[in-house]
Nanobody
Framework: QVQLVESGGGLVQAGGSLRLSCAAS????????MAWFRQAPVKEREFVAA????????YYADSVKGRFTISRDNAKKTVYLQMNSLKPDDTAVYYC??????????????????WGQGTQVTVSS
């Protein structure tokens, strides 16, 4: 049973920063590609960022490129999302996702098998 637990969400002013964490309860975390998705009110869930098993390759949605950084610590079985220069449009519930994959991580929701419960990020103007 794979469990993903996000933390680090909260309320921040526009221009501020937050760091999200996702701790995974898996035996071999390094076998998993990891990703962050988000869902704003009355909008569909969308891709934010993904990272391959080793952390060497990262991928971002155009809307967050240059502001967000995804990283991972395989020893701690944790993936992070550093969010800088936050905008009100970044307000959403952020979800961590995982799939056993050693190749290029997908940007599509249906390619991920495991999901966290989400953490709320609210950016005030």
């Amino acid at each position: 049973q794979v469990q993903l637990v996000e933390s680090g969400g909260g309320l921040v002013q526009a221009g501020g920063s937050l760091r999200l964490s996702c701790a995974a309860s898996v035996r071999t975390f390094s076998s998993y590609a990891m990703a962050w998705f988000r869902q704003a009110p009355v909008k569909e869930r969308e891709f934010v960022a993904a990272i391959n098993w080793s952390g060497e390759n990262t991928y971002y949605a155009d809307s967050v490129k240059g502001r967000f950084t995804i990283s991972r610590d395989n020893a701690k079985k944790t993936v992070y999302l550093q969010m800088n220069s936050l905008k009100p449009d970044d307000t959403a519930v952020y979800y961590c996702a995982a799939v056993i994959r050693v190749g290029t991580p997908s940007m599509r929701m249906n390619q991920y098998d495991y999901w966290g419960q989400g953490t709320q990020v609210t950016v005030s103007s």
